[in-house]
């Protein structure tokens, strides 16, 4: 057990946190969602540094992939990483396009970065089939919640081996927890800021009991979601723990929307305040997978199995 | 980052649990007992894990320890309070009254009582509590005055479990009148026999022997019950509360009551119910981020650095878990669970308490508040 990064966590964290603050941040995310478009330059520059293929990596692994995810999540990345460096190489290798989306079966209606993704993963209950472009269809729909979406149709999907589905749900659930917790530490540490500077009756609003207990509160939660997946991750995204992780981190999603915006005010419903790049993808990012319904249900079949 | 456990602590949690299992029946919950039956109980059973050290295995090996890490307290609390806590009180003896006294004690202290409280012989009560303090403890006014002979203890303690059946109070008491409040502060080590102490149950809904009062009236205390410095006695107190905060896992505990609700709700296709599937799935993810949390603590621990925003972080998430657990049994047992003996009934306890004892959430959000969002802007 240890709870620091060790050697080779730190130099990727390095290295990475370097590439993000250099490409990725909020004005990046703020000028991509005008165009409604999506990060390609970053994802070229993530792989060419060798950062999305850490999940067969002896020194790095899974636990790696979940921290970039969780990284550029809380830089506003607007980009498909979890997908690409997690549920991807969990049931398809090493080889991979740059861009992936994943939809559910039951669920294609908007679909994050399906238009511009190079393969599309099609779960469909424990089975799980991949389509390269041209073997879907994907129309671009309008949303305000923080990521670039499509309706997708007609996928003519090539079935990956038995029980794939089952894989690719649990790793896209770190992938999801990853994001939101991500997403979550930035939104809260930004509303801290915030509050801090910001004076109502001759006094910062942090300073108020009543704000700063439920300010915690959501620190807590970021940090739960941030832990749980976390461990999730290290383990190699066993049922439980993987789920458990998404059910933690779809809480976190639930209470701080309202929360943290609530706690900012006006500004917070601006287009030139931060906030809404992280808390409206962490609305896109609570339903996902049939949101904490879908974790749930998956959490307590692995927790505790019918007998026989 | 690595939440693998080491092949010793791995084989630590293995050896402490065949010996549960086979020492204790199926679905032991030894706060099911009345208080009497479990002190009789918690005893024998001390010293069972005494023979092995391991009732005391983080102490020192000269006071009956086995200087285990860190990691292998978090295991042994674990897996104590996942079998029923068959230590009952002495785990407060174990996670701060005995280190308080390798901390404080002198000689002759430590030879009295370590030896005592390492072979499970004796229960100890916590005397902080006050009706004028609770959360700010520091305003204590029970009073502790020197007569040229012994001290003379005067004050009134209150919601102090255990002491019905406690052996001695560890006792907070002020020693210097005109000092600012954290500084005239002693400890006292205070048979619960001693003359002038009278100690009666407050009648509470939680279940018998849960709170207690104990009235002071004129006890006299020699200077060897003193613990510490005189006046000095607030920076082993705070020291230890950290300790203490984290010193139950109780997530374990209360993940265990959700095991057995949750198989009663698959036995009964409860499962099917989207209402009890989301609580039973709400309530483990709690208990799950609760145990992560515990993590990081120990590991500060462990890597010899104190524990403050991470332990308190950790209390809000394991009151969050009790509670959610809570509402998972109300779920499942629907008006069964008002019966009494039902985990409804048994969880609702732990629920409420997780909040208010050994620092109450309030006191843990103002704690992290102040690290978190910083002094300056938390008015302080």
Redesign the interface.
């Known amino acids: 057990?240890?709870?620091?990064?060790?050697e080779t966590?730190s130099v990727i964290h390095d290295a990475c946190s370097k590439l993000l603050a250099r490409r990725a941040g909020p004005a990046r995310a703020r000028e991509l969602r005008k165009t409604d478009d999506f990060d390609r330059l970053l994802m070229i520059e993530m792989d060419e540094a060798g950062f999305l293929d850490l999940f067969y990596e002896p020194d790095a692994g899974p636990?790696a992939g979940a921290?970039i995810t969780e990284w550029a999540a809380s830089a506003a990345a607007l980009a498909p990483i979890g997908a690409r460096v997690l549920v991807a190489p969990s049931v398809m290798g090493d080889r991979l396009p740059l861009v992936i989306a994943i939809a559910d079966r039951t669920n294609l209606a908007a679909v994050r970065f399906a238009a511009e993704a190079d393969l599309l993963i099609l779960v469909d209950g424990d089975e799980a089939s991949v389509a390269g472009r041209g073997a879907f269809e994907a129309t671009s729909v309008r949303t305000k919640f923080g990521f670039p979406m499509a309706r997708v149709e007609n996928v003519q999907g090539t079935p990956l081996l038995a029980s794939a589905g089952a894989t690719v749900k649990r790793w896209w659930r770190v992938s999801l927890a990853a994001e939101i917790a991500g997403a979550a530490r930035s939104a809260v540490d930004l509303t801290?800021r915030y509050?801090?500077d910001r004076v109502q009756f001759d006094?910062?609003i942090?300073?108020y009991?009543a704000i700063?207990?439920r300010?915690?509160?959501c620190?807590?939660l970021a940090?739960?979601?941030q832990?749980?997946m976390?461990?999730a991750a290290?383990?190699g995204a066993p049922a439980?723990?993987a789920?458990?992780?998404a059910?933690?981190a779809c809480?976190a999603a639930h209470r701080l929307f309202y929360e943290l915006h609530q706690l900012s005010g006006a500004i917070g419903f601006t287009s030139e305040y931060d906030l809404h790049l992280f808390t409206m993808r962490l609305q896109a990012l609570r339903i996902e997978m049939n949101g904490?319904?879908g974790?749930?249900?998956a959490?307590?079949?692995a927790?505790?199995p019918?007998?026989g | 980052?690595?939440?693998?456990?080491?092949p010793e602590?791995a084989a630590f949690r293995s050896d402490l649990k065949a010996f549960l299992e086979a020492e204790l029946p199926p679905d032991f919950d030894a706060f099911a007992m009345d208080p009497p039956d479990q002190k009789v109980f918690s005893k024998a059973f001390a010293a069972k894990l005494a023979e092995r050290r391991w009732l005391t295995p983080a102490w020192p090996r000269e006071y009956g320890g086995l200087e285990q890490s860190a990691?292998q307290q978090l295991i042994l609390s674990e897996e104590m309070v996942a079998h029923g806590e068959p230590r009952t009180a002495q785990y407060m003896c174990v996670n701060w009254v005995g280190p308080a006294l390798i901390m404080a004690g002198d000689e002759d202290q430590k030879a009295y009582h370590l030896q005592r409280i390492s072979r499970g012989d004796v229960v100890w009560c916590q005397g902080f509590s006050e009706p004028g303090a609770g959360s700010d403890l520091a305003n204590l006014r029970t009073k502790a005055v020197w007569d040229g002979d012994d001290y003379v203890i005067t004050g009134e303690k209150v919601w102090t479990s255990y002491a019905d059946t406690a052996d001695y109070c560890f006792l907070l008491a002020r020693t210097d009148p005109e000092a600012r409040k954290h500084h005239g502060i002693s400890i006292f080590l205070v048979p619960t026999n001693a003359p002038g102490l009278t100690i009666s149950e407050i009648p509470s809904i939680f279940p018998k022997g849960a709170f207690n009062q104990c009235v002071f009236d004129g006890v006299r205390a020699p200077a060897s019950w003193r613990l510490g410095p005189e006046n000095g006695g607030w920076p082993i107190i705070r020291k230890l509360l950290v300790n203490e905060r984290v010193g139950v896992a109780r997530f374990r505990r209360a993940n265990t009551t959700l095991?057995r609700v949750?198989?009663a709700?698959?036995e009964a296709g409860l499962?099917d119910d989207?209402v009890v599937?989301?609580a039973?799935?709400?309530a483990?993810?709690?208990c799950?981020?609760a145990r992560?949390?515990i993590?990081?603590v120990?590991?500060q621990r462990?890597k010899q650095q104190i524990p403050e925003v991470t332990a308190y972080?950790y209390r809000?998430?394991t009151i969050?878990a009790e509670r959610a657990v809570y509402e998972a049994t109300m779920e499942v047992e629907g008006a069964g669970g008002l019966l009494r003996g039902s985990h409804s009934a048994t969880q609702g306890f732990h629920a409420l308490s997780a909040g208010t004892a050994t620092g109450t959430l309030?006191m843990q959000?103002?704690l992290?508040?102040r690290e978190?969002?910083?002094a300056?802007?938390?008015?302080r």
């Open positions: 057990m240890d709870m620091d990064l060790n966590q636990l921290l801290i509050l801090q006094r910062p942090a300073s009991q700063q207990h300010l915690v509160e620190h807590v940090d739960a979601a832990w749980s976390r461990e290290f383990h439980e723990l789920a458990g992780a059910v933690t809480e904490v319904r974790h749930a249900r959490l307590v079949e927790r505790w019918a007998a | 980052m690595d939440f693998d456990w080491s602590d990691w095991d949750a198989k709700a698959r499962f989207p599937c989301e039973l799935a709400k483990q993810a709690a799950d981020a992560v949390l993590y990081r120990v590991d462990a972080v809000v998430a969050r309030e959000l103002n992290i508040a978190v969002i910083g300056a802007a938390a008015g």
